[in-house]
């Protein structure tokens, strides 16, 4: 197979700021966790999220999936399905 474009996800960065402590960050794909929540009776849909644990106070930032390329949040999905991040796969 012969690729012709390959989207360059090394370069990403996210600019924001800690909603808790206004720490002001800048992640890269390497600091974003993935986290797939399966439906049950309370929750029927299944949905999915993207955070960064910011570094001073350990809250949980939302990345939204709009600032990610496809490319990206596969990669990211791809890293936390091996371990030591096995959890949600492990079902
Ligand atoms: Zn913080």
């Not at 439906?39 to 999936?65: A, F, L, M, N």
Request: one cysteine or more.
């Amino acid at each position: 197979m012969k690729i012709i474009k390959q989207i360059d996800t090394s370069g990403w960065r996210f600019h924001t700021v800690c909603d808790k402590c206004e720490t002001e960050l800048e992640a890269d794909s390497s600091d974003v966790v993935y986290n797939h929540y399966a439906g049950d009776q309370r929750e029927p849909y299944s949905y999915e999220t993207y955070h960064i644990v910011c570094p001073v106070c350990t809250g949980h930032i939302t990345v939204p999936k709009d600032k990610m390329s496809k490319a990206l949040q596969l990669q990211i999905q791809k890293k936390m399905s091996k371990p030591p991040y096995g959890g949600p796969f492990d079902r």
